[in-house]
DNA sequence: CCCTGATTCGC
DNA sequence: GCGAATCAGG
């Protein structure tokens, strides 16, 4: 995948619209990582959007020591009106690609947005969710408890009692 | 801990 | 030109 036109102009439109990287990575969803993005920006001269350009900062070059000094002549901010009679810019032609919720839905997934894999951290809730065959499928998401295993409350709470009719079988109960 | 963007460097 | 790695800050 390379930076078609089109896509660039959806990242500009995007940065413009005040989405961080991250979010403009995943929107994307090519395989991008926020790195990409930004360095896309970057590379577009729209780093430090948002940003008045009226002085002080084109005037100082700092000299970061990464690894080496490199001579920052001055930075590559023109200013310029990028858009160019492109009203639509502002806008995000998306609705399109609607990845449209699997109309199936479990007892109860209402306190989070569930995830996908790759939005998956190491502390959030792996209960699955909807057919690990599907695409759609995604994980619960919301916040871990450590301890109790990898799920959230709510969801350690049923992983540990799948079968409540079971109870019936009343477990052991000592005394003291 | 999570996140954010900026810059440099190797391919 | 591209994106990862890194730096720097919130």
Redesign the pocket.
Known sequence: ???TDERIDLLQSMWLQG?????IAKELANG?????V??????LGL???AKTPSATVAAHSHP?????S?P?PS?PRPSSPMVQGNTALAMQPMASAAPAPAPNKEVVVAMAEPVTIMDL???MCRWPIGDPTASEFRFCGAKKIPGVGPYCACHAGVAYQPQLDRRRQRPVQKTG
């Open positions: 995948m390379s930076w989405m961080s990287a991250s979010r991008l990582t926020r790195n990409a930004i360095g896309k920006v970057y590379r780093s430090g959007r970061r020591p990464q690894h080496k490199t920052r930075a951290r190491e502390s």
